[in-house]
Structures are given as structure tokens and as C-alpha cells.
């Protein structure tokens, strides 16, 4: 069974900080993906990691994966209040479906 | 990226009825996946529906109380039959989009008392 593994749950970080998430999977699989989640919204697609060493980029977020580690991670640069948010990561289970971690529901703080 | 959307929005429904929940994407996909989000939670897949077959259904999760439809490429309907308050949820659709992500519809926020 795949399972998929976020931390922290929880975050507070002030506004201006760094941090990190991270989400690490029990079994091989080559595509990772990252969503963001507003309360009461549905899922927003941040990003989609396909190979052992992408990164990508967007605004203050970025994604890596390593396949080898079966680990990714979410990097927050200089957080800012907008991004107040649940991020989820998922894997790809099956070809199709996804196996989704449990969330970090993340809170910026002035 | 594909356009989904989500009929009802919301619904409160009384134990014991049943509520079908209806997704149209703008675009033919393939596959169509049907998730529960219960309160504070995360997402768990009930169900694959492919056109032209039966739905396979995850563990935990059986036709008679989550019967899927789908009778073309763009649509798809799942039923939350004889319901109780542990079906309150969001039930969310999503499609497998071309550019390797999946897309999600904006979802049906299901309260049953």
C-alpha cells in the first residue's frame, strides 16, 4: 500500500521567514505532485515533478523531488500572508489515480 | 488545462435519501476519478470511472453505496446512496489533464443530518 507522509501538519511562520515541507512516499513512483488548497475552495495544481531531480519554481514556491530518497519537498522563500493556505502532496498510484498526503495547512503571520 | 464543473455546489440532505452528484469536464478525458475530503482531512479516491465500464472502486468503497455513471467522454455522476452524517464531505471530480496533472472540479460540500 502507498503511502504518503507530510510534515509538518502544522505551520506558523512569520511573514519574511523560510521554510520547508516535506512529503516522503513508501514505494517507487514517477510523478509527484504538489496543490494548494484555499478553505472551503477546491484543489489549485501548484506543481508536477516527473523525474529524480526536478525542480521547479513559481513566485516564492518551489518544488524538488528525489525518487531515490522518495522524497519532496516544498520550499517557502520570504513567506507572505497570501500564501495562508493547505498544500497537499500526491502521488501518482496507479498511472492515474493519486494517493494524497494529509496536508500542511500553513499559517503567515505579520 | 480542463474546465470542471460541479452540480450541486451544496446540498444538506436528510439520513436515509440519496444525492447524485454531477461533473462535466470541457473536454473528452479518458478517466474520471471521484474523491471524499471529509472534514479536515484529506482527499481519499472512491472511485475510478472509465467510459464504457464499470467503475473500480478503492477499498472500503462498494457500487451499492457509491453507484458512478458514465455515459460519455465528459461526464460523470456519483450517487451517495441511503445516506448518514458520516457522509458529510466534499466530493470532489477530477480529470487527468494533458499537460500530466490532474485537475479538480470545484467540488460538492454534502451535509447530511
Known amino acids: 500500500e502507498l503511502k504518503v507522509e507530510q510534515n509538518p501538519l502544522f505551520l506558523s511562520m512569520q511573514e519574511g521567514k523560510n521554510y520547508t515541507i516535506y512529503c516522503n512516499y513508501s514505494?517507487?513512483?514517477?510523478?509527484l505532485y504538489w496543490y494548494r488548497q484555499d478553505p472551503g475552495k477546491s484543489l489549485e495544481s501548484l506543481f508536477v515533478l516527473l523525474s529524480n531531480g526536478a525542480v521547479k519554481q513559481e513566485g516564492r514556491l518551489m518544488a524538488s523531488l528525489d525518487t531515490k530518497a522518495r522524497l519532496s519537498t516544498l520550499h517557502i522563500t520570504a513567506a507572505v500572508h497570501d500564501l495562508s493556505a493547505t498544500y497537499f502532496c500526491?502521488?501518482?498510484?496507479?498511472?492515474?489515480?493519486?494517493?494524497f498526503g494529509k496536508g500542511t495547512s500553513l499559517l503567515v503571520t505579520p | 488545462s480542463a474546465v470542471i464543473s460541479q452540480k450541486p455546489s451544496r446540498d444538506i440532505c436528510q439520513r436515509g435519501t440519496s444525492l447524485t452528484i454531477q461533473c462535466q469536464v470541457d473536454?473528452?478525458?479518458?478517466?474520471m476519478f471521484w474523491y471524499r475530503q471529509q472534514p479536515g482531512q484529506s482527499l481519499t479516491l472512491i472511485a475510478t470511472?472509465?467510459?464504457?465500464?464499470?467503475?473500480?472502486?478503492e477499498s472500503g468503497f462498494v457500487i451499492d453505496k457509491f453507484p458512478i455513471s458514465r455515459p460519455n467522454l465528459t461526464f460523470s455522476t456519483l450517487t451517495v446512496s441511503n445516506m448518514s452524517p458520516e457522509d458529510s464531505s466534499i466530493y470532489l471530480c477530477s480529470v487527468d489533464g494533458n499537460t500530466d496533472t490532474q485537475y479538480f472540479g470545484p467540488g460538492t460540500r454534502l451535509t447530511v443530518l
Open positions: 500526491a502521488v501518482d498510484m496507479t498511472g492515474y489515480a493519486l494517493n
Open positions: 470511472a472509465n467510459q464504457g465500464s464499470e467503475a473500480t472502486y
Open positions: 514505494t517507487t513512483s514517477d510523478r
Open positions: 473536454s473528452q478525458v479518458t478517466m
